[in-house]
């Protein structure tokens, strides 16, 4: 079955900073990987998703990430974070093992951003 | 656009007592998911329904049961409710056309269960 790792539970940064939240997976031979935003008493909204093609994924909000297969790697970006921006952050992995789709989180990441 | 609908928003049950959360996916979706998400913990599969079927299933408790209608809606039914089974419980929904893994789901706002 497949799995993410996200490495960070919490990252502070302060506005207008850069900011990287890093999520691995489980090797495999195809993979779909997604990012989830969520904030306060809300449900999980899609930010951005890889599937194939190009390895740089921009996503809503000024969010990318990039694809690196050689390090199993997919991880979150932002060039400059807003307050706004302050949520959990999930990364999930499609999995199929079972012959139907599904998606399996990682742990979540707290993105808190200071003024 | 038309987004995945839960209700109840918030449900406050008394421990042994018994639980219906609904979902009403979007429109043309295919597939119906179930997620659990306890305090400061990521989303665990419970069960999914393709076409009304059952497609897979997780970490679902024997106490919870659930099933999807003609008309695509689902409902999570759950019995003998316990303190540990107080989370935000998600539905979502997705387009799987056959032989495709890669649609990404989209989730409701939740129900927030407190069991007391």
């Known amino acids: 079955a497949q799995s993410v790792t996200q490495l960070d539970s919490q990252v502070p940064v302060f506005e207008e900073a850069p900011v990287e939240l890093r999520c691995n997976y489980s090797?495999?031979?195809?993979?779909?990987l997604f990012w989830y935003v969520q904030y306060p008493n809300q449900g999980l909204q899609l930010l951005l998703k890889?599937?194939?093609?190009?390895?740089l994924v921009k996503g809503i909000n000024g969010f990318e990430a990039e694809f690196n297969k050689s390090q199993t790697s997919f991880h979150l970006r932002k060039p400059s974070v807003h307050i706004s921006d302050t949520a959990e952050y999930f990364c999930?992995?499609?999995?199929?093992?079972?012959?139907?789709?599904?998606?399996?989180f990682g742990a979540g990441t707290r993105l808190a951003v200071h003024p | 656009a038309a987004g995945v609908i839960q209700s109840p928003r918030h449900l406050i049950k008394e421990k042994r007592e018994t639980a219906t959360l609904k979902c009403y996916p979007i429109?043309?979706?295919?597939?119906v998911y179930w997620y659990q998400q306890g305090p400061g913990q990521d989303p665990q599969f419970l069960i999914s329904f393709y076409e009304k079927m059952q497609s897979d299933k997780g970490s679902i408790p024997d106490r919870f049961s659930a099933q999807q209608f003609s008309d695509y809606h689902s409902e999570l039914n759950m019995s003998s409710l316990e303190l540990g089974d107080s989370a935000l419980y998600f539905c979502?929904?997705?387009?799987?056309?056959?032989?495709?893994?890669?649609?990404?789901?989209?989730f409701g706002n939740g129900t927030r269960l407190t069991v007391t």
């Open positions: 979502a929904s997705s387009l799987n056309r056959e032989g495709s893994y890669n649609s990404p789901l989209h």
């Open positions: 090797s495999s031979v195809s993979v779909y």
């Open positions: 429109p043309r979706h295919d597939t």
């Open positions: 999930a992995v499609s999995d199929h093992s079972g012959g139907y789709n599904k998606l399996i």
């Open positions: 890889y599937l194939s093609g190009s390895t």
